[in-house]
């Protein structure tokens, strides 16, 4: 999967299908293409992410909690008047217990299929051959076999004996990054410093994190710690708020009592390590974001005794490691990818910054960008 999605990859045990109607049900699915009218329910969790709305509602409660554990600071009470790009993900029940549905309507309709292996790679699934029906199937990776998913159109029919969630949720996610027409989505913490948009980039474990959450620390407005979301019109930075992923490690005192006093789900992802998984309002404040513009670009890049920044000029080797997500590319022309980032970064001030201890860290990014 992208990076939106990484460490989030379907866990499922091998199962042998039963004797019974539901055991090959990817063998029984129709090849009438007539398109179903699907029942919807009484309501549907909206969430803002960026610049769009996804909409989640249907049968199965464990997507709609899955959803809400990673960003339930996007959630709407409501949904307001303002146009914007919107996906609607709706589960119905399929035609057998073991089945699910999945429906799909989005402004710029997709092949499910084509979009996910496109975009997720072969991270998590792999495709295993098409039914009679023109139904496309993908078994887990890691426990190859029988299908844990069938797509065709924007259709998708999911196994409900294993953790099919965490794909249509991402999915579903990345359909509506991909209807963002304008904007860059990229792996990157996304903060507010004094009214100042910075994003901080770097590889896995190159202390976003840990950074990010040193600064928000210190009253800055933590926008996302994982997804950089810039508006390529106005180089605006918009809120995406996915809840934090927090490794042991180094953590502000103001961080540290608070997971001590609260309850946060812990989970283990795909490289074996825990983590403990918290809304950023749930330690931050319950405050609402605000859109802000884009100034400094910080690439990160080592580890020293003290820190150290220094201003570059940007070049093809920074717009070579910005690597926004695939979803926001998808369909679009490599000429005019570079062209959008080269653009991003000639509006902003850019620095490679050493890493030092993580107080003195944000110090250094707080006078920085005061600077920009």
Same mark, same amino acid.
């Given at each position: 999967?992208?990076?939106?999605?990484?460490?989030?990859?379907?866990?499922?045990?091998?199962?042998?299908?039963?004797?019974?109607?539901?055991?090959?049900?990817?063998?029984?699915?129709?090849?009438?293409? !007539?398109?179903? !009218?699907?029942?919807?329910? +009484?309501?549907?969790?909206?969430?803002?992410?960026?610049?769009?709305?996804?909409?989640?509602?249907?049968? =199965?409660?464990?997507?709609?909690?899955?959803?809400?554990?990673?960003?339930?600071?996007?959630?709407?009470?409501?949904?307001?008047?303002?146009?914007?790009?919107?996906?609607?993900?709706?589960?119905?029940?399929? =035609?057998?217990?073991?089945? $699910?549905?999945?429906?799909?309507?989005?402004?710029?309709?997709?092949?499910?299929?084509?979009?996910?292996?496109?975009?997720?790679?072969?991270?998590?699934?792999?495709?295993?051959?098409?039914?009679?029906?023109?139904?496309?199937?993908?078994?887990?990776?890691?426990?190859?076999?029988?299908?844990?998913?069938?797509?065709?159109?924007?259709? $998708?029919?999911?196994?409900?004996?294993?953790?099919?969630?965490?794909?249509?949720?991402?999915? *579903?996610?990345?359909?509506?990054?991909?209807?963002?027409?304008?904007?860059?989505?990229?792996?990157? $913490?996304?903060?507010?410093? +004094?009214?100042?948009?910075?994003?901080?980039?770097?590889?896995?474990?190159?202390?976003?994190?840990?950074?990010?959450?040193?600064?928000?620390?210190?009253?800055?407005?933590?926008?996302?710690?994982?997804?950089?979301?810039?508006?390529?019109?106005?180089?605006?930075?918009?809120?995406?708020?996915?809840?934090?992923?927090?490794?042991?490690?180094?953590?502000?005192?103001?961080?540290?009592?608070?997971?001590?006093?609260?309850?946060?789900?812990?989970?283990?992802?795909?490289?074996?390590?825990?983590?403990?998984?918290?809304?950023?309002?749930?330690?931050?404040?319950?405050?609402?974001?605000?859109? !802000?513009?884009?100034?400094?670009?910080?690439?990160?890049?080592?580890?020293?005794?003290?820190?150290?920044?220094?201003?570059?000029?940007?070049? *093809?080797?920074?717009? *070579?490691?910005?690597?926004?997500?695939?979803?926001?590319?998808?369909?679009?022309?490599?000429?005019?990818?570079?062209?959008?980032?080269?653009?991003?970064?000639?509006?902003?001030?850019?620095?490679?910054?050493?890493?030092?201890?993580?107080?003195?860290?944000?110090?250094?990014?707080?006078?920085?960008?005061?600077?920009?």
């Amino acid at each position: 999967m992208d990076r939106l999605s990484r460490g989030n990859l379907l866990r499922s045990a091998p199962h042998e299908p039963s004797a019974g109607a539901a055991g090959y049900w990817w063998r029984q699915l129709s090849a009438d293409r !007539t398109p179903r !009218t699907t029942p919807r329910p +009484g309501s549907y969790d909206v969430y803002r992410l960026g610049r769009g709305i996804l909409e989640v509602g249907g049968c =199965e409660p464990a997507l709609l909690d899955y959803i809400r554990l990673f960003y339930g600071d996007c959630r709407l009470a409501r949904r307001g008047e303002e146009q914007l790009p919107t996906v609607r993900c709706t589960v119905s029940p399929g =035609e057998h217990q073991d089945v $699910a549905r999945v429906d799909f309507e989005d402004p710029y309709p997709l092949d499910s299929f084509d979009f996910t292996t496109a975009v997720h790679g072969d991270r998590g699934y792999r495709a295993c051959g098409t039914t009679a029906g023109g139904w496309r199937c993908l078994t887990p990776s890691e426990a190859p076999g029988f299908p844990a998913v069938a797509m065709r159109g924007s259709v $998708a029919m999911v196994d409900r004996r294993t953790r099919w969630q965490p794909l249509i949720a991402h999915l *579903a996610i990345n359909k509506l990054i991909q209807a963002q027409r304008e904007m860059m989505f990229f792996h990157a $913490a996304s903060l507010s410093i +004094g009214g100042a948009g910075t994003l901080l980039l770097g590889d896995k474990c190159a202390g976003k994190t840990t950074t990010a959450m040193f600064l928000a620390a210190r009253g800055h407005e933590l926008l996302s710690d994982e997804v950089g979301a810039v508006d390529g019109r106005s180089n605006q930075l918009v809120p995406f708020r996915r809840s934090l992923s927090i490794r042991r490690g180094p953590l502000p005192e103001t961080v540290r009592a608070r997971l001590q006093s609260g309850r946060f789900a812990r989970e283990t992802v795909f490289d074996g390590t825990t983590r403990i998984r918290a809304r950023i309002g749930s330690i931050f404040g319950e405050r609402e974001p605000a859109t !802000t513009p884009l100034r400094c670009v910080i690439f990160l890049n080592g580890l020293a005794g003290t820190p150290q920044a220094q201003l570059v000029s940007p070049h *093809a080797g920074h717009v *070579a490691l910005l690597k926004p997500f695939g979803a926001c590319v998808y369909g679009v022309s490599q000429r005019n990818v570079v062209f959008r980032l080269a653009s991003i970064l000639s509006r902003t001030r850019v620095y490679s910054l050493t890493l030092g201890p993580p107080d003195a860290t944000a110090a250094l990014i707080e006078d920085i960008v005061a600077k920009s």
